[in-house]
């Protein structure tokens, strides 16, 4: 006789069965793990953005040009590092913690461009570009307008 033509009988399993076996071979969530993760790579970027609005104070800058000057350089190291690969791996290791500094919405910004541009400057990078940060800054224009406008109103 073939292996084949032998045939194991259907296993019945009740629901309640069948919630304990998926219990006990799904992964256990690492919600700890992940959260000092973002806490500690997101702190990291922060540092580093506020060295960097240090280092513009100290040569003469007022606090204020100094933010935006911050701002500026962790925009562009967070462009950079995504034209590099290099800030897909941070995203890997720490979540939310790179995610929510000003360099991951550069990220968000580049990498889409990066993917599309073997569609050409236009039809790829331009009409790309945006396909992620678009709707939050569409949804962040359009809230500060709202925002703005009760502001005015009640004052």
Same mark, same amino acid.
């Given at each position: 006789m073939d292996n084949r033509t032998l045939r194991k009988p259907a296993i019945s399993i009740t629901?309640?069965?069948?919630?304990?076996?998926?219990?006990?071979?799904?992964?256990?969530?690492?919600l700890v793990k992940n959260?000092?993760?973002?806490?500690?790579?997101?702190?990291?970027?922060?540092?580093?953005?506020q060295i960097f609005i240090n280092l513009f104070v100290s040569i003469g800058l007022s606090s204020i040009e100094a933010s935006t000057a911050g701002t500026a350089t962790m925009i562009f190291i967070g462009a950079l590092?995504?034209?590099l690969g290099l800030y897909d791996e941070?995203? *890997?290791?720490?979540?939310?913690g790179s995610i929510v500094p000003v360099t991951g919405f =550069?990220? /968000? &910004? +580049?990498a889409p461009a990066m993917e599309f541009k073997r569609e050409g400057y236009v039809l790829?990078?331009?009409? *790309?570009?945006?396909?992620?940060?678009?709707p939050?800054?569409?949804?962040?224009? =359009?809230? /500060? &307008? +709202?925002?703005?406008?009760?502001?005015?109103?009640?004052h």
């Amino acid at each position: 006789m073939d292996n084949r033509t032998l045939r194991k009988p259907a296993i019945s399993i009740t629901p309640e069965e069948y919630k304990t076996l998926s219990q006990q071979y799904t992964p256990k969530p690492t919600l700890v793990k992940n959260v000092v993760r973002a806490f500690v790579v997101g702190g990291i970027i922060c540092a580093i953005g506020q060295i960097f609005i240090n280092l513009f104070v100290s040569i003469g800058l007022s606090s204020i040009e100094a933010s935006t000057a911050g701002t500026a350089t962790m925009i562009f190291i967070g462009a950079l590092l995504t034209g590099l690969g290099l800030y897909d791996e941070i995203g *890997k290791f720490g979540g939310a913690g790179s995610i929510v500094p000003v360099t991951g919405f =550069a990220n /968000s &910004i +580049v990498a889409p461009a990066m993917e599309f541009k073997r569609e050409g400057y236009v039809l790829g990078v331009g009409a *790309k570009l945006f396909t992620i940060a678009g709707p939050v800054l569409v949804y962040g224009i =359009a809230t /500060s &307008i +709202v925002i703005g406008l009760v502001y005015f109103l009640l004052h």
